[in-house]
């Protein structure tokens, strides 16, 4: 992945409507959800709901289908997972964390210390 795919991709997602709606389509998997099924389960007017829709399209994170009079909008989990990859690939300096893959966790304790 690019660095300005990234870029574009995490801007989409630096919206809270966009960010719901994403989230939506994650839970949905991969039978997707129509623009109404959307609107109705994030309670959001369907014209702004079809302008975060395009901007997720867009950039690349969100897949648009025709299926008869329908719309579906599925999340495109192989960019998600190739966003999720640029973010954690050179994590703890290509050091294995001792955490799941995808998964990234600094191994270096916290130098903060617990107020008395």
């Known amino acids: 992945m690019e660095e300005t795919d990234a870029i574009q ?8 409507m ?3 709606v994403f989230k939506a389509l994650v839970v ?3 039978e997707g959800l129509t623009p109404g099924q959307l609107a109705e389960s994030l ?16 950039a690349g994170l969100v897949s648009q289908e025709r299926d008869g009079r329908n719309l579906i909008y599925r999340a495109n989990f192989e960019q998600m997972n190739a966003l999720l990859s640029y973010l ?4 703890c300096q290509g050091a294995a964390c001792g955490v799941a893959p ?3 966790a ?7 210390r617990k107020a008395s």
């Open 88 to 91: 954690t690939e050179h994590c």
């Open 28 to 30: 949905a998997g991969p």
């Open 9 to 16: 991709q995490l801007a989409a997602l630096a919206q809270a």
């Open 43 to 58: 309670e959001a007017a369907p014209a702004t709901l079809s302008f975060h829709l395009k901007e997720l399209t867009h």
């Open 18 to 20: 966009r960010l719901r």
């Open 102 to 104: 995808g998964r990234c």
């Open 106 to 112: 600094p191994t270096k304790p916290s130098t903060r």
